[in-house]
């Protein structure tokens, strides 16, 4: 890759419509909204979140290097900087989050305009998939040439510039995730990064309290078709009737994917081997034949997730050959998502604790059998979150899906995943509730055995992810 973004602060300043307060300096090291990441070069942006407010955190990001920082309260950042012997140079905005993405703006246009047609730029959203199918796109990319994707779920008003200020003269793939809890998410991140390829991978049940229908969840999601160059192309999902109804949506041509039927994106002939590792072939446009290929990755899902990957790097320009080569090799790059490992006492863990909604537990629960083969089989949830209305309904569901998955044992953390307990014990399933992640931290090692094949799966906020690091620190190979 070549050097940071390069800008003299006043043209930050002039990006951004702020005012430069101080010296002025070149930034040629990252952006960053967390001071402890700060380097020599670095544009610190000062973000006031729930948790901490970074004005003051000012002195800090300067003594690792900053030249920079983007604040919205003056008085703050002075108090911060009081007897710091900076000479840090302040922007002054109202709004450090809104000028953040303005700069990213700036700065993916320019690298757009120096280099026409030398920069592709392909996201995805959809209710569940993103960060699966952002990791194995950006190695499709990356075997093409330079590439820059998110870390982990960077996919917010936030993440997303950030990650688009990571670009440079080099760049040659820019992966971005498009999340969304709420209408008009979408349109503000396409905004900043106008797209390529746009890839709506599923619309289902995530953040429905935000949206209020699965029909609010798919005009949301909608909107990244509205984010397309001219030129751009859109992917769909076939096997989801919501999401072919937004096909009218693109400006322009629109590729499909399936593993059920007709579309431009295919897998046929599927096969189901030990470990849940899929094998089919893949018709893809540019190939003269179907390939045959093994993921790498477990659960059947995923061969959507591995089509909507080819699918946006066909659009963004590699060889054809190339993508069907290495999509079987690629793997889940991103933490606590279908992460499977054998732990001490030969106890399969399934680590897929990220993030969860019904239509991913589904998914999940669904490839509990494949996996474990003739293991006992403990799945522990925590509560699904920011499901509004559809939250009980779907923790019942959850619950009947852990018993049909034959799980000798259900573990419940939170109060919210109570209709899941209930509802498995009701069928027969043997369960285990607690009120926290601390307590079920301190339990869980007794309701193990070796052998086990344990599956965890919860939203991020409740803690699942938490026992799943346990289980690892707790029984090392």
Not at 201 to 229: N, P, W
Not at 390 to 403: C, F, N, P, W
Not at 414 to 441: F, H, M, V
Request: aromatic share 2%; glycine share 12%.
């Amino acid at each position: 890759m070549g050097e940071a973004m390069r800008r003299a602060l006043s043209q930050v300043a002039a990006a951004v419509g702020g005012r430069l307060i101080g010296a002025e300096a070149t930034v040629s090291g990252p952006v960053v909204t967390d001071s402890r990441q700060a380097e020599p070069g670095s544009l610190f942006v000062a973000v006031a979140g729930e948790r901490t407010d970074g004005h003051a955190h000012l002195a800090q990001a300067a003594a690792g290097g900053a030249v920079g920082a983007l604040i919205s309260d003056l008085p703050a950042a002075g108090a911060a900087l009081e007897g710091a012997g900076s000479e840090l140079g302040l922007i002054v905005v109202p709004d450090t989050v809104e000028a953040l993405g303005a700069l990213a703006r700036a700065h993916l246009a320019d690298l757009r305009a120096a280099r026409p047609g030398g920069l592709s730029v392909v996201a995805m959203t959809g209710s569940v998939g993103k960060t699966t199918t952002k990791d194995l796109t950006r190695q499709l990319l990356a075997a093409d040439g330079p590439t820059v994707a998110p870390r982990a779920s960077f996919n917010n008003e936030i993440g997303l510039p950030l990650t688009v200020l990571q670009t440079d003269e080099d760049t040659r793939h820019l992966v971005l995730e498009m999340g969304a809890s709420g209408p008009g998410h979408i349109a503000y991140l396409t905004d900043i990064a106008p797209l390529d390829g746009a890839a709506v991978l599923m619309i289902g049940h995530a953040h429905m309290g935000g949206f209020g229908s699965i029909e609010g969840v798919a005009r949301a999601k909608a909107e990244i078709l509205d984010g397309l160059v001219a030129g751009g192309r859109a992917l769909l999902n076939a096997d989801d009737p919501h999401c072919l109804e937004l096909a009218g949506r693109a400006r322009g041509e629109v590729l499909t994917f399936s593993t059920q039927g007709p579309a431009d994106i295919r897998a046929t002939g599927i096969e189901m081997a030990d470990g849940a590792h899929a094998s089919f072939d893949l018709d893809l446009p540019g190939l003269g034949r179907p390939r045959r290929i093994t993921l790498a990755l477990p659960g059947r899902h995923n061969i959507s997730n591995a089509l909507a990957a080819a699918g946006l790097a066909l659009i963004a320009g590699p060889d054809p050959e190339l993508i069907a080569a290495e999509l079987g090799g690629a793997r889940i790059e991103s933490p606590h998502r279908m992460d499977v490992s054998t732990l001490g006492g030969d106890l399969l863990l399934i680590d897929d604790s990220y993030n969860a909604n019904i239509d991913s537990m589904t998914a999940a629960l669904a490839a509990l059998p494949e996996m474990a083969g003739q293991r006992r089989r403990v799945v522990i949830i925590s509560e699904m979150l920011e499901l509004g209305e559809s939250s009980h309904a779907d923790h019942i569901r959850t619950g009947e899906l852990a018993h049909a998955a034959d799980a000798a044992l259900l573990v419940g953390i939170g109060p919210g995943a109570q209709a899941a307990l209930e509802a498995a014990e009701r069928r027969g399933t043997a369960i285990a509730g607690y009120p926290d992640a601390d307590a079920a931290i301190a339990r869980i090692d007794t309701l193990l055995r070796d052998g086990d094949a344990v599956l965890v799966k919860g939203s991020n906020g409740s803690g699942a992810w938490r026992l799943a690091d346990h289980l690892k620190e707790a029984r090392p190979r």
